[in-house]
């Protein structure tokens, strides 16, 4: 579960829409928007953006020095 919905969140945040979501991840989706809705509900927040953002700033820069 913590894969796909790091997978989801990621995949939420190039902007891609439900439908090419659901086919990339092989789901149907009903599926899909049910994942996204309790992502968003589970970190307290509204919008799929927010999810983006917070995904975001999870992922770590590499340090090239």
Do not use: C
Not at 43 to 54: E, F, G, M, P, S
Not at 56 to 63: F, G
């Amino acid at each position: 579960h913590d894969t796909d919905d790091r997978h989801l969140a990621d995949l939420v945040g190039t902007g891609l829409t439900d439908d090419d979501i659901a086919l990339l991840m092989g789901w149907n989706i009903q599926k899909v928007r049910n994942r996204i809705e309790n992502l968003l509900s589970s970190n307290d927040i509204k919008y799929r953006t927010q999810l983006a953002v917070i995904r975001a700033s999870l992922l770590k820069v590499p340090d090239f020095s």
